[in-house]
């Protein structure tokens, strides 16, 4: 093993092919640097070059309205006014998209990704939601000025409360269904809900007639919990411009993730710690991500078989020799990183494998950096550790992650490593088949609208387009990009 495997020896693509901007001072933030030295190759997925003067343009217009500029200033004052904005004489230069902080870390990284794509579309800029700990965890993505909301932003109670909801007046669904909304009637603000609750008047938000109206608004605010960046393509003139952003479809997030997000000091240190310490010196890295959902949750047998006969079966993991023969002299060094709640899971498989022979004569060392168990969101600590877990995923060279979990296809998109995904278990029993090898490393939308806009309106959303289908790890419904 040579040093060239532990994180922190840069010289590479450090802006990952013009993703990424050189206006920063690299010590505010090294995983900006560094983190492609985390992934020992680089992506094979190439940012287009249209996606990159995109993002440059973005940066520009983030500057010219962020917070503390005139034009911010000036935007927050018509919210006191609450004009009519049918009247074009009052549109000011900018116009923003709030972010919403809520649920886990994956459904936030996710939802914080499908925002800044709608802004990119339609050339809105984007704030965040600040009042939880937005920036423990993640530094500035954009140079010379900031994406946090200031705390005194008038729509927002500080401290946190769920302030907004499908009942409340501004909401843009419920606006349309009352038709409470038109081309004469247009606020200066309307409240987005983009939850798994959310009516098909919500998720329908994106088409080109409902786009009309909501481009005119200059504040959106919206509270999303699901990856709905794959609806996005149901909309002709976003498609246009979507096809040109990302020629190749399923690297939306990928691409996306590595630009936007990038961890804090304090995480990065985290991470780069636990890789030098145990994954830097293996040959090969398999991730597993084991997330129980339901109640109860914990260890549980029929998920421990799970992970052996998927891991075992798709030949992820070796089968133990029974022949006792000597460990081979090959001695290939495998390293599982284990991430899940509960610390069982990687206890047994290290009783499994330690001081055992394998059929493949390698030696399987299993490291899983907490066990939480259970969720704590917003607290700082948690939040950190679960962070820097989705970048060692990341970084392995294989992944297997549970269904429906935002934090197992955060680990894997970023990683740009597709999937195999453990099916969600029914009635404590193994599901047979264990899993399956995902042909896509989107994240899935998993509460996705069941038909497209106007004129597919009436054809199922899974038959709209040919690269956005159904996901392979829900039951049914969901859509990703393939
Ligand atoms: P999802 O619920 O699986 O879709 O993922 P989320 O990330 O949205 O929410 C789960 C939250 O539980 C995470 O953000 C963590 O706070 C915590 N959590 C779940 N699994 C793990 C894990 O493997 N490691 C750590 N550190 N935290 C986890």
Known sequence: TTNDSKVLDTPRDTLIGGLLTADFDEASCLSRYQKSSLYRKPSPYKPSEYLVSKLRSYEMLHRRCGPDTKAYKEATESLNRDENYADKSLNGECRYVVWMAGYGLGNRMLTLASVFLYALLTERVILVDNRKDVSDLLCEPFPGTSWLLPLDFKLMKYPYGYDYNKEYPRCYGTMSENHSINSSSIPSYLYMHLLHDSRDSDKMFFCQKDQDLIDKVPWLIVQANVYFAPSLWFNPTFQTELVKLFPEKETVFHHLARYLFHPTNQVWDMVTEYYNAHLSKAEERLGIQIRVFGNPAGYFKHVMDQIVGCTQREKLLPELDTQEVEIS????????????????????????????????????????????????TDTKIHDQKALAEMYLMSSTDKIVTSA????????????????????????????????LRSTSMEPCFLTPPSHGCEADWGTNSGKILPFVRHCEDIMYGGLKLY
């Open 329 to 376: 002299k090959t001695k290939k060094h495998k390293a599982v990183l284990v991430a899940s709640l509960y610390p069982e899971y990687s206890q047994n498989l290290t009783k499994m494998y330690s001081n055992r022979p394998t059929s493949t004569g390698e030696i399987v060392e299993v490291y899983q950096p907490s066990g939480e168990r259970v969720q704590q």
């Open 404 to 435: 429906r979990s935002t934090f197992g296809y955060v680990s894997y998109s970023l990683g740009g490593l597709k999937p195999w995904l453990l099916y969600q278990p029914t009635n404590f029993t193994t599901p047979n088949p264990p899993c």
